[in-house]
């Protein structure tokens, strides 16, 4: 039996758009009073930020893809479309979309890759990436490389989504998003290879909390391969780690359906 080979997006080889990309300034980590507030951050390589058009101020201008480019931001790739007026913006790329096809943004227009339109003009059962959560705010749900979102039913005013997590959520009917599903969806099987990769993207090494001391960390001290001996993980501060919620916004749960699966 022949194996089929999967069909991977084709990058232009152009330099970004040179009216789209600002100056990306290095964090390292810290917070608006400058101490650390996400740890092992720090170097890797220079990148710019492309600036990426996520909602819909074009509506009803045709617009064709003349690159499909990498986006160091990101884990999707990202599309560079220009408008019938000759402007240009950076979209994300769906699935499928090739250079030289058209897309359009409208409240209803065909079912295809790349189009974007209102929830309530989009049939049961497509796949929909970048999501609005509130009308006009641009879409904020769904972006990840290879992820897409179920429509599974409609009801009055509300619709409701199947997101990438299974998890079932109710979202207004006249909120946009975009047809298909988001590129580069074997991203989840790339790996980093060496360490020198992970430095140039910024992350620094990390040290396990059970070869420091005990003053250093809650699960440190103890001889050769010692369990922590607690009965959940914890972080340097003595806060719980890996799999407890921290979910802040309670007053978005009414909009639940069906909760996640626990992994």
């Known amino acids: 039996m022949a194996k089929t080979k999967k069909r991977k997006i084709k990058l232009s080889k152009k330099k970004p758009e040179k009216g789209l990309v600002l100056?990306?300034?290095?964090k390292a980590g810290r917070g608006s009073s400058g101490r650390i507030t996400i740890r092992h951050r720090g170097g890797g390589s220079r990148r710019k930020y492309r600036v990426i058009d996520f909602g819909q101020e074009k509506t009803d201008v045709p617009a064709k893809v003349?690159?499909?480019?990498?986006?160091?931001?990101?884990t999707a790739y990202i599309m560079l479309l220009e408008y019938q007026d000759k402007e240009r913006r950076y979209r994300l790329a769906p699935q499928?979309?090739?250079?030289?096809?058209?897309?359009i943004c409208s409240e209803k227009t065909r079912i295809s890759p790349g189009n974007r339109m209102k929830?309530?003009?989009?049939?049961?059962g497509e796949q929909i990436f970048n999501v609005e959560i509130r009308p006009g705010?641009?879409?904020q749900l769904v972006k990840g490389a290879g992820t897409a979102a179920k429509i599974l039913a409609k009801e009055e005013r509300y619709c409701n989504l199947e997101m990438p997590s299974k998890e079932v959520r109710k979202i207004l009917t006249d909120c946009f998003a975009t047809i298909g599903q988001v590129s580069h969806p074997e991203k989840r099987f790339e790996k980093m290879g060496k360490a020198g990769s992970r430095r140039k993207k910024g992350w620094r090494p990390?040290?396990?909390?059970?070869?420091m001391s005990p003053r250093d960390h809650p699960h440190g001290g103890g001889e050769g391969k010692t369990p922590i001996g607690l009965p959940h993980?914890?972080?340097p501060w003595g806060k719980p780690?890996?799999?407890a919620k921290t979910r802040k916004r309670k007053h978005t749960d009414k909009y639940i359906v069906k909760k996640r699966k626990d992994k």
């Open 23 to 26: 100056r990306l300034k290095k």
């Open 66 to 74: 003349i690159a499909l480019e990498y986006d160091p931001n990101r």
């Open 96 to 103: 499928g979309l090739k250079v030289g096809d058209e897309v």
């Open 119 to 124: 929830l309530k003009n989009i049939p049961v």
């Open 137 to 139: 705010k641009g879409g």
């Open 206 to 211: 990390t040290v396990r909390g059970t070869v």
């Open 233 to 235: 993980p914890k972080t």
């Open 241 to 243: 780690a890996l799999g």
